[in-house]
């Protein structure tokens, strides 16, 4: 079973509409949890963090953790053009990034 | 201030090749990182430096693999010989300090026909 789990899309959604991005893990010892956004030919770059269960919003960025039932989540509001990215769900072990595969999103115009 | 920085961007190389990436963390970045992604699967961690020392190397896919980080400033990966199976895109990472924020380099996409 890999450590994290990831729908590898692609995700196509219109201009405007809410996008849900999804992972799951396997370790339930597993505490932070990233997203991460990589634009193509570029590296991943941090979107945000969440530690332990509950939401974080930052923006129309929403990062939700529900621990009980090891799932991930990334919410995006009004989405824009400019969100058409790969997303990469994430957690650490030490000092080491466990990454699922990444979906890729196109938004629509 | 300059992002992590990694030399060559592209790299097409033939099997049984040697190939060298460099990469250049931010300015007093002491933890610095590979990370390797293959077609269709995830990105995933090769090794650790803490300076000039290896931190962690279980990530190492095997000995033709050797990684470098000589004065604990820039650091480079030689693959030697290359296989077909190494082809795939090598990231470099930095962090100031363990457990803060990676900035990740833009990656060097190797090629071994």
């Known amino acids: 079973q890999k450590e994290v789990e990831q729908d590898p899309g692609p995700l196509s959604v219109p201009e405007g509409a809410i996008v849900s991005l999804n992972c799951t893990y396997s370790n339930s010892a597993f505490q932070y949890f990233m997203w991460y956004r990589q634009y193509s030919r570029k590296g991943p770059e941090l979107l945000m963090y969440?530690?332990?269960?509950g939401n974080k919003e930052d923006g129309r960025f929403t990062a939700q953790v529900d621990k009980s039932s090891k799932y991930i989540s990334l919410f995006i509001r009004d989405s824009q053009p400019s969100d058409s990215a790969t997303y990469l769900c994430?957690?650490?072990?030490?000092?080491?990034?466990?990454f699922g595969k990444g979906t890729r999103l196109h938004i629509l115009p | 201030e300059a992002g992590v920085t990694q030399f060559p961007s592209h790299s097409v190389i033939e099997k049984g090749q040697t190939v060298t990436l460099r990469c250049d963390p931010i300015s007093g970045h002491d933890n610095l990182y590979w990370y390797r992604r293959v077609m269709g699967k995830e990105i995933k961690f090769l090794l650790h430096f803490v300076k000039e020392s290896k931190q962690d190397e279980s990530g190492m896919p095997n000995n033709r693999f050797l990684a470098e980080r000589t004065g604990g400033t820039y650091s480079t990966l030689k693959v030697q010989p290359a296989e077909l199976e190494d082809s795939g895109v090598y990231f470099c990472?930095?962090?100031?300090?363990?457990?803060?924020?990676?900035?990740f380099g833009q990656g060097t996409r190797l090629t071994v026909v």
């Open positions: 969440t530690y332990s269960s």
């Open positions: 990472a930095s962090t100031r300090d363990r457990g803060t924020e990676a900035f």
């Open positions: 994430a957690t650490v072990t030490g000092d080491k990034i466990i």
